[in-house]
């Protein structure tokens, strides 16, 4: 069993599955991926007064820990728990890139939609009364958020992922509370394929399709044209 939690931060959460889970497993081992030097220095001090031998901490970015030719070439699981911004993003291509069996994810803030919204002004839509639901920059930011977490599920279910969104913890908690639970199946949903590619169209942010979802099926010209069902 190998697990990867990305944007580790202090790493509780890795701490907490080391502790209930692979202990008493008796093997596998878990990395905690984190940017922040002091921040991995600490886990790895705390690990080693705990005697967590099968944990890892890594000073590096979650894209650059995807490409690390010392890192394994498959993962069982894939967390990320409020990884800033895009980091989620990055924590899917990982998942994908090594074939997770699955991946927990709760989105931090994201802000690469919305930037995307403001510039495009998702033409398409502009003079529909749909264009209300982003003309503040409030809302432009929590509809950036809300397509963006859409996005990512329809990403996973076309790339063989069973996907469950529902409530991490209490709202008085976080704000930042939506938990992505992604399980592998093999069974790639073509029509969540089509409408994200429709999505992407209709608020005029196709760019994303080679920055984010660069392992997206190929649709035929017919499935590309017809209503996704
Ligand atoms: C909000 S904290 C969450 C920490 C931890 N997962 C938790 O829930 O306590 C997000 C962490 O992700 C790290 N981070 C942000 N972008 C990252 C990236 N691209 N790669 C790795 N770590 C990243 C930040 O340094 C920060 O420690």
Redesign the pocket.
């Known amino acids: 069993m190998t697990l990867a939690?990305?944007?580790?931060?202090?790493?509780?959460?890795g701490f907490i599955l080391y502790d209930l889970y692979f202990k008493a497993l008796g093997q596998g081992r878990i990395y905690g991926?984190?940017?922040?030097a002091p921040?991995v220095e600490a886990s790895q001090k705390l690990a080693a007064e705990l005697g967590f031998e099968r944990m890892e901490f890594l000073n590096?970015?979650?894209?650059?820990?995807t490409r690390a030719d010392f890192m394994p070439e498959r993962f069982d699981v894939v967390t990320?728990?409020?990884?800033?911004?895009?980091?989620t993003d990055?924590a899917i291509a990982f998942g994908l890139e090594k074939q997770a069996r699955a991946m927990v994810l709760?989105p931090?803030c994201q802000a690469e939609v919305a930037v995307c919204l403001r510039q495009s002004k998702a033409v398409s839509l502009a003079r529909t009364p749909l264009a209300e639901l982003w003309r503040h920059p409030i809302h432009t930011r929590e509809m950036g958020s809300q397509i963006t977490n859409v996005l990512r599920c329809l990403y996973l279910e076309a790339c063989g992922y069973q996907v469950t969104v529902t409530e991490l913890v209490g709202w008085e908690h976080s704000m930042k509370n939506e938990l992505i639970v992604a399980r592998y199946t093999g069974q790639k949903k073509r029509s969540a394929a089509q409408r994200l590619r429709q999505l992407l169209a209709e608020f005029g942010i196709e760019a994303l399709l080679q920055s984010r979802f660069s392992a997206l099926p190929e649709l035929q010209k017919s499935e590309r044209e017809a209503p996704a069902v």
């Not at 939690?5 to 959460?13: M, P, R, T, V």
């Not at 590096?60 to 820990?65: F, T």
């Open positions: 939690d990305h944007g580790a931060g202090k790493s509780y959460l991926i984190e940017t922040r921040l590096m970015s979650v894209a650059e820990s990320a728990l409020h990884a800033c911004d895009t980091a990055d709760v931090c």
